[in-house]
């Protein structure tokens, strides 16, 4: 028998539903009228801040108003690698709009043949065909040109969901060969709650549940450092941040 937390989280994931698609319509209007005239970087400048309107306005009125740490890290006339935790679904709408500045988000190819959701969803991405090799590789070349743009690139470095009872998962190599081959420092970013918020399990499931998301100091590469000791240094200082203050985020007092 499900318990009653549960066929909450499901009632109000269709409240949750309902008040995305009438939030993103709402946006799509100036949104469209920007997105034909324009071209990045100015068009990714742009979408990013309505964004930020639209997810203020979003998440508040789902329940998860979202609290950010850190912005002083980023330094002006500085683009970042901004390397990532991903536990949920709600990540992607939450991290995005909270980097400040322009940026785009490495995401799944596929996401983008969604009607009207996939137009948006292209403007503030690096899309990637993870079982294309020649996709890989094209996507590493446009993210170059991204943080060329004067544009951060934002990246999750598991790769997938965190679905584990690790705070994360094995890192891939991208970011790291990424600002390997730019020279551009990385900045982790951290998000706290949102896996109690939309649970990875329990599909189609909200709940409301404060979010927060900090940012670290940027790290970057020693040198003579190799990819491999570049992210494993990152991962242990995000590991050790998320043990650390997990506690507090959980109870909201942090």
């Known amino acids: 028998m499900r318990s009653i937390k549960d066929i909450f989280g499901r009632v109000w994931a269709v409240w949750g539903a309902i008040a995305f698609v009438v939030t993103m319509i709402l946006f799509l209007i100036p949104f469209f009228a920007f997105s034909y005239f324009s071209r990045d970087p100015k068009k990714t400048f742009r979408f990013i801040r309505y964004s930020r309107v639209w997810m203020g306005i979003y998440l508040t009125i789902v329940g998860c108003p979202l609290r950010i740490r850190g912005r002083e890290y980023f330094r002006k006339g500085q683009t970042y690698i901004v390397v990532s935790n991903h536990n949920a679904l709600i990540d992607v709408p939450v991290s995005s709009p909270g980097i400040p500045g322009g940026n785009k988000t490495i995401a799944k190819a596929e996401m983008a043949k969604i009607p009207v959701f996939g137009l948006i969803y292209q403007t503030g991405s690096i899309l990637v065909d993870r079982e294309n090799e020649k996709s890989r590789r094209d996507s590493f070349v446009k993210m170059r040109e991204v943080l060329d743009m004067g544009l951060h690139m934002c990246i999750y470095p598991e790769g997938t969901r965190n679905t584990t009872d690790e705070p994360l998962k094995s890192f891939h190599d991208g970011a790291f060969r990424l600002a390997l081959s730019s020279g551009k420092s990385i900045i982790p970013m951290v998000i706290f709650n949102s896996r109690r918020a939309n649970p990875p399990t329990k599909g189609f499931f909200l709940l409301p549940v ?45």
């Open 210 to 254: 404060r979010l927060y998301l900090d940012f670290l100091p940027e790290i970057t590469a020693l040198p003579e450092e190799t990819v491999e000791q570049l992210k494993l240094r990152v991962h242990e200082i995000m590991k050790n941040y998320i043990l650390s203050h997990q506690p507090n985020r959980m109870s909201g007092s942090g």
